[in-house]
C-alpha cells in the first residue's frame, strides 16, 4: 500500500512537534523525492553507505536523525554532500530528517528508547527549570554497581562503554543520548550516582571523578539507533508500509 508522501510528511512533523522546536538544522523533509511511498528504509546518519544500502533495497524515503543542512556548514554543493545528493535525487529518493525532535519525543524519542533498553525508569526531565536541556533522569529496579550496569550496557547495545567509576552503587540515573556530555553538570546538580552519554569530553571525566558520580560515555550512534527505529515503526503501523532499519556501524 502506498502512501502520498506528503501525507507521511505532515503526519511526522505532527507528531514529533518539529515546528515547536528551535534546531541546528531543518526538521523534515529535507530531499524530495518520488510523491508516493511504500518503502521506508531508516538509519542513524544519511551516510553515503545508508544511501547505497537503500538504493539496494529499493526506498522510497529515508529516514535519519542526523540528516543535512546544518548551520555553519559550507552550504556549496561539492565533495561529499555533492555524491550524497547525487544518489538521492538520481534514485528519485526523499529524505526525511528529524534532530532534536528525535532526542525530546515522550514516546520515540532517544532518550526515552534508550531507557528502555537498558531498564530504566524514567522519572522526568534531567534539568526541570530548562527545557533546552533535552536529557531525562530516572531509577533502577534495583542498585547496581557500575561495573555490572556498564556490562548491561554493552550487552544491550551492543559496544563496550567508557566506564569512570565514582558512585560505588547506582540508584539514580541521569543520560543523555549522543553529544550529551555538556549535561553533566545538571546531572551532578540532579543527585544521580550515574550519568550516561553518548560521547566523552576532557573535562567529563574529571567532572564525575571530582563530583563522586559515575559515567559511561556509550557511543553517539549507539544511543542513538533506538529513535529512528521507533519512528519508523509508527509511520509503518500508520500508513501499513514497509520499513527496514539499517544499521550502518559507526565507532564513536
Not at 534546531?23 to 510523491?35: S, T
Not at 529515508?62 to 565533495?79: Q, S
Not at 531509577?139 to 562503554?161: C, I, K, T, W
Request: glycine share 10%.
Amino acid at each position: 500500500m502506498a502512501v502520498a508522501l506528503s501525507t507521511l510528511v505532515e503526519e511526522a512533523n505532527r507528531y514529533l512537534g518539529s515546528s515547536r522546536i528551535q534546531d541546528y538544522c531543518p526538521n523534515g523533509l529535507q530531499v524530495e523525492g518520488r510523491p508516493q511511498v511504500m518503502r521506508i528504509i531508516s538509519g542513524v546518519t544519511a551516510s553515503q553507505a545508508l544511501l547505497d544500502a537503500a538504493v539496494d533495497a529499493q526506498a522510497d524515503l529515508i529516514l535519519v536523525h542526523h540528516g543535512y543542512f546544518w548551520k555553519g556548514e559550507n552550504p556549496c554543493v561539492v565533495g561529499m554532500k555533492q555524491r550524497r545528493l547525487k544518489t538521492l535525487l538520481k534514485h528519485d529518493i526523499s529524505l526525511l530528517a528529524y534532530h532534536l525532535p528525535l532526542d525530546v519525543h515522550p514516546d520515540v524519542g532517544n532518550n526515552v528508547q534508550l531507557a528502555r533498553q537498558l531498564d530504566i525508569t524514567v522519572e522526568g526531565p534531567l534539568d526541570p527549570d530548562n527545557a533546552r536541556v533535552v536529557g531525562l533522569v530516572g531509577s533502577l529496579n534495583e542498585p547496581m554497581m557500575p561495573r555490572d550496569f556498564a556490562r548491561r550496557v554493552q550487552e544491550a547495545l551492543g559496544r563496550e562503554p567508557l566506564l569512570i567509576e565514582g558512585a560505588d552503587m547506582i540508584r539514580r540515573v541521569g543520560w543523555c543520548t549522543g553529544g550529551g556530555q555538556g549535561y553533566i553538570d545538571q546531572a551532578i546538580a540532579a543527585g544521580v550516582d550515574l550519568f550516561i552519554s553518548g560521547e566523552a569530553s576532557e573535562q567529563t571525566v574529571h567532572s564525575a571523578r571530582e563530583n563522586g558520580i559515575s559515567f559511561i560515555a556509550a557511543g553517539h550512534h549507539a544511543t542513538e539507533r533506538y529513535g529512528v527505529q521507533a519512528l519508523g515503526d509508527y509511520l509503518a503501523r500508520r500508513f501499513a508500509l514497509e520499513h527496514l532499519f539499517i544499521d550502518c556501524p559507526n565507532p564513536v
